[in-house]
Each structure stands twice: as structure tokens, then as C-alpha cells.
């Protein structure tokens, strides 16, 4: 489990990376049952990759919208929540296109591999490979 924590005052923040089932959960809380951001992973390079990021978001965040002594805790913890959702689906966006452009390519080269040795078979030896049992 990796943890970093942020300080407002005496609020603590926390950025965590755990290991969930078989997958990866990273997240970002203030110490309140409710989570400002949640998010799960399959692969362990994106979780790593997204935590690392996700801090990156979170000081640039900070530096870039300071606010005064009287600002609600609250209305500033949901709109950096807001921006940590909106920079996680940009990263989920890219990794996911990363992904489908892999099985595009993977199915295009299977497909002329199968126009290949179909032309080896007899019409009459051919069948399906799967039946409904």
C-alpha cells in the first residue's frame, strides 16, 4: 500500500494506493467515511502510473486555486474532486484506447493468418470450432 499525505491546517488529506481482490484501488480521502475520489484498476503499471499522476494533479491543484482562510472545506474538497474525476477519465480514455488499438491489430493479423490456411481446408472437412452444448 502506498500512502502520501497532504495538511490543511490540522485536516489531514490522503492519497492511497492499496491492492483490492485482484485489482488495484486508488484513492483520496480527507479522514470521513466519504471519499473525494475513488479509482479501480485491473493492471498494476496503470494504477502505479494514475497514483503517481493523481499527486502530480493533486499539488498542481492546490498551486494553482489558493483560497482564502474562510473558504468551505466542503465546496473546495468537491471541486478538487470534480478535477481529479475529470484528469482520472482523460487517463482511463488514454489507456483504454492504448488497449483497443492492441486488439484491433491483434484481430486484423488473426484474420490474415485465417484467410491463409483456409484456403488449405476442403469445403466438406469444414466445421465450427465451438458447438452449444
Not at 496503470?46 to 465546496?75: Q, R, Y
Request: include cysteine; glycine fraction near 8%; charge should be positive.
Amino acid at each position: 500500500m502506498k500512502v502520501k499525505t497532504y495538511k490543511n491546517g490540522k485536516n489531514d488529506f490522503t492519497a492511497y494506493l492499496k491492492d483490492l481482490g485482484t485489482g488495484w484501488e486508488a484513492g483520496f480521502t480527507n479522514g470521513t467515511p466519504k471519499p473525494i475520489f475513488i479509482g479501480n484498476f485491473i493492471h498494476a503499471t496503470e494504477a502505479n502510473e494514475w497514483f503517481n499522476l493523481m499527486n502530480t494533479e493533486i499539488t498542481k491543484f492546490n498551486k494553482k486555486f489558493t483560497v482564502g482562510s474562510h473558504c468551505p472545506a466542503d465546496w473546495f474538497t468537491s471541486f478538487m474532486g470534480g478535477h481529479l474525476y475529470k484528469q482520472y477519465y482523460n487517463f482511463i480514455n488514454r489507456v483504454l484506447t492504448q488497449h483497443s488499438r492492441r486488439y484491433e491489430q491483434l484481430v486484423e493479423r488473426e484474420t490474415k493468418k485465417y484467410r491463409q490456411m483456409n484456403r488449405n481446408w476442403y469445403p466438406g472437412e469444414k466445421m465450427p470450432f465451438l458447438k452449444v452444448a
